[in-house]
T-cell receptor, first 117, second 110 residues
Framework: EAGVAQSPRYKIIEKRQSVAFWCNPI?????LYWYQQILGQGPKLLIQ????????DSQLPKDRFSAERLKGVDSTLKIQPAKLEDSAVYLC???????????????FGSGTRLTVV | KQEVTQIPAALSVPEGENLVLNCSFT??????LQWFRQDPGKGLTSLLL?????REQTSGRLNASLDKSSGRSTLYIAASQPGDSATYLC?????????FGAGTTVTVRA
């Protein structure tokens, strides 16, 4: 079974520029998550999709971050304009459902490391 | 709001020594607690999941305990090996709203 694919692996941009990350979840996984992991911290959930609908985006800085999941499969996360504090690893994860007790195969991708200079 | 703390932030041990990693959380009303491993430049790999009704889980050399009343979990890794060097994170659930600790970075010296 293929894992969660993310691209690019690394990205360096100047502040105020825009950037986009792509995630392809495991086939058949209905739930997709984007996490932000700042160096030295644990991952923080940014947004969660169930199929192509947003379930939770309470921690997404909506003035600069946006995400979409067209047709309930691939997803993109965009930052525009980027700030220095956005430097982090952006992790995508997917699962079959939104089970409370992880009966649904929660799998993380390798992440995209963003550096804003 | 759930706060998850992991102490120490870093740990270095000689090969063969047992590892003890600690995790504490503030809200005992959790669905489950998970331990993940993160290698440099990689995503997270799930190691063990303990449901709220359970006290411990074991997988090979790994054993995780959960004490909801005190808000604590401990991950034990027996007979550590250099390949165990990684960052270990704990997270409390439910799955769709995981709260992570900052992790403990472990170095096992050969």
């Amino acid at each position: 079974e293929a894992g969660v694919a993310q691209s690019p692996r690394y990205k360096i941009i100047e502040k105020r520029q825009s950037v986009a990350f792509w995630c392809n979840p495991i086939s058949g996984h209905a739930t997709l998550y984007w996490y932000q992991q700042i160096l030295g911290q644990g991952p923080k959930l940014l947004i969660q999709f169930q199929n192509n609908g947003v379930v939770d985006d309470s921690q997404l800085p909506k003035d600069r971050f946006s995400a979409e999941r067209l047709k309930g499969v691939d997803s993109t996360l965009k930052i525009q304009p980027a700030k220095l504090e956005d430097s982090a690893v952006y992790l995508c994860a997917s699962s079959l459902g939104r089970g409370a007790n992880r009966r649904y195969g929660y799998t993380f991708g390798s992440g995209t490391r963003l550096t804003v200079v | 709001k759930q706060e998850v703390t992991q102490i120490p932030a870093a740990l270095s041990v000689p090969e063969g020594e047992n590892l003890v990693l600690n995790c504490s959380f503030t809200d005992s009303a959790i669905y489950n607690l998970q331990w993940f491993r993160q290698d440099p430049g990689k995503g997270l790999t799930s190691l063990l999941l303990i449901q709220s009704s359970q006290r411990e889980q074991t997988s090979g050399r790994l054993n995780a305990s959960l004490d909801k009343s005190s808000g604590r979990s401990t991950l034990y890794i027996a007979a550590s090996q250099p390949g165990d060097s990684a960052t270990y994170l704990c997270a409390v659930g439910p799955d769709y709203k995981l709260s992570f600790g900052a992790g403990t970075t472990v170095t096992v010296r050969a």
